[in-house]
């Protein structure tokens, strides 16, 4: 079936750096991936809306210009964290966005700690 | 307004126990499509099943099973003779098609399954 791939599974960083979260359809095309963050004991939150080819659309509150988000190819959706802060340690994953026929397929999830 | 409850933060049964996690959803759209996922301590998202709105027909999947009533808008899992392993964060979702099948998530319960 279906495969998101997504990497790295975790990384720490320190305040001030910057980090990219790279998420790769293996088999199939996707024109939109999701991008969700996830705070201990909390459902998955929306953040963007990534779409191929064009500029990504954020979730009202999700600063932009902190939550870089590239869809250069068909296959490549990336998220990075600019200038890191500790507040900003959580799990993030990746989806695509499923259909009618089919489910969403989820990257393994990021863990990213900020000291 | 689209909407997912999961009432039960978390649930706690001994080992061999059948246990029920309730959904409760709220949609306008007459297409939509309903999902568990399983979140283990690892993070990754495992899909267990997938319903569409025109589909109210119960189902059986081993020791796992689904019950989606339209008339109170309710889609419950339940898993028969539980198991250790079981013991995970279970997510119902929804997804319309008018919202280009964006996940609309609950807030997830906590299944606590003591040996």
């Known amino acids: 079936g279906a495969v998101v791939s997504q990497h790295p599974s975790w990384v720490i960083c320190k305040s001030g750096t910057s980090v990219k979260i790279e998420c790769r359809s293996l088999?199939?095309?996707?024109?939109?991936m999701f991008w969700y963050r996830q705070f201990p004991k909390q459902s998955l939150m929306l953040m963007a809306t990534?779409?191929?080819?064009?500029?990504?659309?954020?979730e009202q509150g999700v600063e932009k210009d902190k939550f870089l988000i590239n869809h250069a190819s068909l296959t490549l959706s990336t998220l990075t964290v600019t200038s890191a802060h500790p507040e900003d340690s959580s799990f993030y994953i990746c989806?695509?966005?499923?259909?009618?026929?089919?489910?969403?397929?989820f990257g393994q999830g990021t863990r990213l700690t900020v000291v | 307004a689209q909407k997912v409850t999961q009432a039960q933060t978390e649930i706690s049964v001994v080992e061999k126990e059948d246990v029920t996690l309730d959904c409760v959803y709220e949609?306008?759209?007459?297409?939509?499509?309903l999902f568990w996922y399983k979140q283990p301590p690892s993070g990754e998202l495992v899909f267990l099943i997938r319903?569409?709105?025109?589909d109210e027909q119960n189902e059986i999947s081993g020791r796992y099973s689904w019950n989606f009533q339209k008339s109170t808008s309710s889609f419950n899992f339940t898993i028969t003779a539980s198991q250790v392993v079981d013991s995970a964060v279970y997510f119902c979702?929804?997804?319309?098609?008018?919202?280009?099948?964006?996940?609309?998530w609950g807030a997830g319960t906590k299944l606590i399954i003591k040996p």
């Open positions: 990534s779409n191929e080819g064009s500029k990504a659309t954020y």
């Open positions: 989806s695509d966005a499923g259909g009618a026929d089919t489910e969403a397929f």
């Open positions: 088999d199939f095309q996707a024109t939109t």
């Open positions: 949609t306008r759209d007459t297409t939509y499509y």
């Open positions: 319903r569409n709105s025109f």
């Open positions: 979702a929804l997804s319309e098609a008018d919202r280009g099948y964006q996940l609309i």
